[in-house]
T-cell receptor
Framework: DAGVTQSPTHLIKTRGQQVTLRCSPK?????VSWYQQALGQGPQFIFQ???????QRGNFPDRFSGHQFPNYSSELNVNALLLGDSALYLC??????????????FGPGTRLTVL | AQSVTQLGSHVSVSEGALVLLRCNYS??????LFWYVQYPNQGLQLLLK??????LVKGINGFEAEFKKSETSFHLTKPSAHMSDAAEYFC???????????FGSGTRLQVQP
């Protein structure tokens, strides 16, 4: 049973560019959350998708947007990249129709470097 | 709003010694509490979680944590450290298990031979 997968593993972009990161949730999971982890810090919640809709959003600007597909996979898009967007981007998934006690399972992350 | 404070950004112990990583939380609703571990260049792995019920929670790799509501704490312990325990540990809080997690800033555990 594959866990949460993310692509690409690493990415280098320049300021002002746009980037798309991808996530496939664990089998049987329908909810996908995205987190940003800057170097030396804990992850910060960006947003969560459920039933192809953004259900909850953290304190991130509109430059950060997302999408969830019918197969539950998800994309994170960041426009007009800033140097401060350099971070490890983590995707987490939760089980299909699960109880509120269900856990979020994390992928290995995508390391984004903005030059 | 919820928040997590992890006391001590770095903790160093000898192999075989007790591991104690501290976590205090703030939450306006009954919290769900989690400990995750992160090895270098990897994602987060769940160690254990508290949702409801028994306040002493046992997790993987011999770790356990106790929810103390009166102290708003959820400290992580392991009786005997192993070299393989060296990693970054994060405490997190949520109002459910499925919604946004709020993480602490992490504690890096070093295990000395």
């Amino acid at each position: 049973d594959a866990g949460v997968t993310q692509s690409p593993t690493h990415l280098i972009k320049t300021r002002g560019q746009q980037v798309t990161l991808r996530c496939s949730p664990k089998s049987g999971h329908d909810t996908v959350s995205w987190y940003q982890q800057a170097l030396g810090q804990g992850p910060q919640f960006i947003f969560q998708y459920y039933e192809e809709e953004e259900r909850q959003r953290g304190n991130f600007p509109d430059r950060f947007s997302g999408h969830q597909f019918p197969n539950y996979s998800s994309e994170l898009n960041v426009n007009a990249l800033l140097l401060g967007d350099s971070a490890l981007y983590l995707c987490a998934s939760s089980p299909l129709g699960g109880a509120s006690t269900d856990t979020q399972y994390f992928g290995p992350g995508t390391r984004l470097t903005v030059l | 709003a919820q928040s997590v404070t992890q006391l001590g950004s770095h903790v160093s112990v000898s192999e075989g010694a007790l591991v104690l990583l501290r976590c205090n939380y703030s939450s306006s609703v009954p919290p769900y509490l989690f400990w995750y571990v992160q090895y270098p260049n990897q994602g987060l792995q769940l160690l254990l979680k508290y949702t409801t019920g028994a306040t002493l929670v046992k997790g993987i790799n011999g770790f356990e944590a106790e929810f103390k509501k009166s102290e708003t704490s959820f400290h992580l312990t392991k009786p005997s450290a192993h070299m393989s325990d060296a990693a970054e540990y994060f405490c997190a809080v949520s109002d459910t298990g499925r919604r946004a997690l709020t993480f602490g800033s992490g504690t890096r555990l070093q295990v000395q031979p």
